[in-house]
């Protein structure tokens, strides 16, 4: 199932058709907003949840970027263009739509101006709480060039996919997202509450946030975003040591921004480049408690045993005492 | 005003209402305001299949949905009243339940404050009020099983089959009411179009009684026995529940095809989750996932069900809220599955049986109460450390789900001990071949 809306902001006149003509139009004419809540109430109708820009950028120095494709906004391409592809999820493959998704939407910029060096200078992660419901706390440190990024129309992507042993509760994804805590988020893959990781498959989740307006000067500003993802252990296979290790890879972390340009909204995608070197990732790992498989007989017959002396416990009193009084 | 005075049905109720109004409202605002929520998950499950059903598509489109769509179409206020519609709903039935204990206490002629004491461990009862106000469904059912004993006692056989029909279809396990209740309807006990006789309660004072001659069953031969098997008002109770039971089932089924059928019946009679609950098979279940079971292991953890359900129907089916008491206790200790919301079951039947109870509240009361609830505790402890700490406990918790069953076993013996049974109908005047009246 994918869960995947967008909180809408203050004015909650964020359809498409009503933010164009809002750049026309300085005011919210009301004649206007019927036929485009019904607009808005028919695109929110199919399951995909669009996604939508939040303005269109008129003082910025960005071109249109090459359109192909199916998808008519860039960002519930990324994992949901994968899983209409693929059944389940796998790292390569994964690796190879990022690729081609990146070559197709990069963004491109007006000649004679200098190449933005967007750069991940700090990926800190951390697994907070204990037992089977946790936080896995992402703090990124991006390096902006102020002049040559609109940040009030872009906005950063976070792909975790998780391994297989952990899931996200896309209806408590929802919650936080009524709350105001991301700008979108989505679930993709198997999102099967209850089954035990044997039966499952694994799952990813994107996360989109947006830049806080960043008053610092200079010719670099820095920013600091931390997304705390709620995770749930699912019952893990049975192993003799009685815990299961399940580990975290380093999530994909790309910086979308929205295009003024031709007529249709497009938004391009920029990776921040980053020194392996300096850049140093915490690797994450959760040790879930699971059965053992020694425990197996034992269980069984102490199992049958006590069931049934409760029996005799319960049918020898009914058989004595049941005589009507 | 004396203490009696203040404290009448009418006070204990709107006492009760109010009660719970300020905890809906609680809840409301600790949704809004905190990280916990206060409503329960399936309450949400319920609300999102009902803005399903009234946007007019299925409800089991929402995972997890495996109720029957009655309780989607009850909710579907949900989405154009207010949100909290549902738990009023459910609030609303769980006063109906104290209302009905009340009533069925008072017509057998319980004192007014055994009576009053009675619906209080109903509406005072701290799981009774959280399970309404948190948004579950069970008050509703155990208003229906309720409603279904007093249309016995009041003779009215139809309707109490048109009831329990919708109750099976609604929730599977009261299916297990339907030996005893068959069993009851002999016809020297109810009579169609008759008002069957009750046995009234008698306090201690009035112990000895000259009602035995008549509440013995009289010897009867094996014709007489295989002719009152398949007397009337067994036959018309059976037709008429089963008919409305397919007539549910078929008709959801034509609405909403096999997701259905899978959802809200089959997965509940072959549900077996590996995930730690209170019951006794949890530990077994999840060791054995993903292998196949042998029929001898199937089997064997279906026997003991079984029999005890069997034992208890044959010993105490004449005594109908006392059996159904024992048999859902029973039921829900040995089920695969046990969570805390099936406790209501048996909670609602616990106020029907306590006039007729030898055991004085101390100290053989209170130990029962505490002994169950201490089991319980001890389980939940462990449970924290397994869910909330992260250590590896399964074989701790799954000893915990033994004490557990145990201690069940236990209680339910000394109920059994203490009351007996007390069968709830008197013998009636026999109708004879020519459809006329000859006693007995």
């Not at chain 2, 109010?18 to 329960?40: K, N, S």
């Not at chain 2, 002999?186 to 000895?208: A, C, E, F, I």
């Amino acid at each position: 199932m994918i869960v995947f809306r967008e909180i809408s902001p203050a004015e909650d006149f964020y359809y498409p058709i009503g933010s164009l003509i809002s750049i026309f139009r300085n005011d919210k004419d009301d004649a206007l907003l019927v036929p485009m809540r019904i607009v808005g109430w028919i695109s929110r109708r199919s399951e995909m949840g669009v996604l939508w820009s939040f303005f269109f950028c008129c003082c910025f120095p960005v071109v249109a970027l090459s359109i192909s494709g199916d998808c008519s906004s860039l960002e519930d391409c990324i994992l949901k263009s994968y899983f209409s592809k693929h059944e389940v999820l796998s790292d390569s493959s994964f690796q190879d739509l990022l690729q081609d998704e990146l070559s197709k939407f990069s963004c491109k910029l007006l000649p004679g101006d200098p190449n933005p060096q967007l750069t991940l200078s700090g990926l800190g992660r951390r697994l907070i709480g204990e037992g089977s419901h946790r936080h896995l706390s992402s703090t990124i440190q991006l390096q902006i060039p102020p002049q040559s990024f609109p940040l009030q129309s872009c906005k950063l992507v976070m792909i975790e996919r998780l391994p297989s042993g952990v899931f996200a509760d896309p209806f408590e994804l929802d919650h936080l997202l009524h709350h105001g805590a991301y700008a979108a988020i989505g679930v993709f893959g198997d999102t099967n509450l209850e089954l035990p990781s044997v039966s499952s498959n694994r799952s990813a989740v994107e996360i989109h946030m947006n830049f806080k307006h960043n008053t610092s000067s200079g010719a670099m500003s820095a920013l600091g975003i931390r997304i705390d993802l709620p995770l749930h252990a699912r019952y893990a296979a049975l192993h003799e040591s009685g815990y299961s290790e399940v580990a975290f890879g380093t999530p994909d972390l790309l910086v979308s921004c929205s295009m003024e340009g031709s007529s249709e909204k497009r938004s391009c995608l920029i990776v921040p480049s980053s020194d392996s070197n300096k850049l140093r990732t915490d690797v994450v790992v959760w040790k879930i408690p699971c059965g053992i498989m020694s425990h197996t007989n034992v269980v069984s017959v102490v199992t049958f045993a006590t069931a049934f002396v409760s029996t005799l416990v319960i049918v020898l009193p009914s058989v004595l005492y049941s005589k009507p009084r | 005003m004396t203490a009696r005075a203040i404290m009448n049905l009418r006070s204990i109720l709107i006492a009760s209402a109010v009660f719970r109004l300020v905890l809906i409202l609680y809840g409301e605002w600790q949704d809004a305001h905190m990280e916990v929520r206060y409503t329960d998950v399936d309450y949400l499950v319920f609300s999102d299949a009902a803005s399903l059903m009234a946007s007019g598509s299925s409800p089991y489109k929402r995972t997890t949905y495996r109720y029957s769509p009655l309780l989607a179409f009850l909710l579907i206020p949900n989405s154009f009243l207010h949100r909290a519609w549902g738990k009023f709903i459910f609030s609303a039935s769980d006063l109906l339940v104290g209302y009905f204990i009340y009533k069925i206490l008072k017509q057998r002629k319980v004192a007014e404050d055994l009576c009053l004491y009675s619906v209080m461990v109903w509406l005072l009862n701290p799981f009774t009020f959280t399970i309404g106000t948190r948004g579950n469904c069970e008050p509703i059912v155990c208003a229906m099983i309720l409603w279904i004993l007093i249309c016995l006692m009041n003779g009215k056989i139809i309707q109490a089959a048109v009831w329990y029909g919708l109750v099976v279809h609604f929730r599977i396990y009261p299916i297990i009411y339907a030996l005893p209740i068959i069993v009851v309807l002999d016809p020297r006990y109810v009579q169609l179009g008759k008002k069957p006789l009750l046995v009234n309660w008698k306090s201690n004072t009035q112990k000895p009684s000259s009602q035995s001659s008549e509440e013995a069953s009289t010897r009867y031969n094996l014709w007489t026995a295989a002719k009152s098997m398949f007397s009337r008002e067994r036959i018309l109770f059976g037709l008429v529940s089963g008919g409305i039971f397919f007539l549910c089932t078929g008709l959801f089924f034509h609405l909403y095809k096999w997701e259905f059928l899978n959802e809200a019946l089959l997965y509940h009679l072959t549900r077996a989750d590996p995930r730690h609950n209170f019951s006794i098979y949890f530990y077994h279940i999840y060791l054995h996932y993903g292998h196949q079971l042998s029929l001898v292991e199937k089997l064997i953890s279906f026997l003991p069900q079984s029999m005890v359900q069997l034992v208890l129907i044959s010993s105490f089916a004449q005594d109908l809220p006392f059996c159904f008491f024992l048999q859902t206790v029973a039921f829900v200790a040995f089920n695969k599955v046990i969570t805390a919301q099936y406790f209501v079951w048996f909670f609602c039947l616990l106020p029907l049986i306590l006039p007729w109870s030898d055991m004085k509240l101390r100290w053989e009361g209170l130990s029962c109460v505490g002994l169950w609830m201490g089991a319980q505790l001890h389980w939940l402890l462990w449970g924290y450390l397994l869910e909330f700490r992260g250590q590896n406990v399964f074989l701790q918790l799954w000893m915990a789900s033994l004490v557990f069953l145990l201690a069940n076993a236990a209680v339910m013996a000394v109920f059994i001990r203490r009351q007996g049974c007390s069968p709830i109908f008197l013998q009636m005047k026999v109708r004879d071949a020519k459809g006329g009246v000859k006693s007995e």
